[in-house]
């Protein structure tokens, strides 16, 4: 294990959360803001359900972990909505179990530290017909519609578990251009579809009345301390403390 001990923030998910350092996506856009803050640590695993989740939790976030994470970002859902398949194959989970699974999910991550926080983040929209032309063979039965429907009964779980929550499906249609602009292929977020993501986690975490904040501007920089070895300041008299300047050079957008 490498040191300092940092407080680490967990992605897990399916091809949303694996995908989020690709496309100048949302995962890389948090980890250049925490940087010397937090470690962001990517749990993706692309074509998953809720089902396969469970079937994992022990393991990604074992109980008996000498460090627990401080906060847990989980998506799944997109992949359960999809309609199921005649054959019974396909990631296909029903609305009931998937509200099930997501219950789960959100017990064992509660249950491994009084500190933990989580954020539940929906199903995103899908371009059905940037779908149809890039990923026909491997997507089919995907709908906004559903999309839309799991995405809305999260949000209602969320609520009775006390458990923070992003509609995505909601946020990103905010956007007038949304089907032009948040897709590489009508599933998977563009760099603009991640910059709402990343808003919206910034949001809550800016929002939250948690006793300590997780926000990236209000946690400490790592080795933060003034140096005689920073470039000079141009009266020469001090140096420039460069060890503010890692994350802000990442803002080309109002957070």
Known sequence: MVGPMRPQIVLFGSSIVQFSFDNGGWGAILAALYARKADIVLRGYSGWNSRQALNVLDEVFPKDAPV???????????????????????????????????????????????????????????????????????????????????????MELSEELNVKAINLWSAIQTRDDWLDVSFTDGVHLSAEGSKVVVKEILRVLREADWKTSLHWMSMPTEYAEDSPYYPPAPDGTTTINVSYCVSRRSLQWDL
């Open 68 to 154: 627990q994470p401080s906060l847990v970002i989980v998506y799944f859902g997109g992949n359960d909505s999809v309609h199921p398949h005649p054959s019974g194959l396909g990631p296909h989970v029903p609305l009931q179990e998937y509200l099930e699974n997501m219950k789960k999910i959100a017990n064992h991550l509660k249950s491994l530290s009084d500190h933990i926080r989580i954020i539940f983040l929906t199903s995103p929209p899908i371009n059905e017909e940037q779908l149809r032309k890039k990923l026909s063979a491997t997507q089919s039965g995907r709908t906004n519609e559903s999309c839309g429907e799991y995405a809305d009964a999260l």
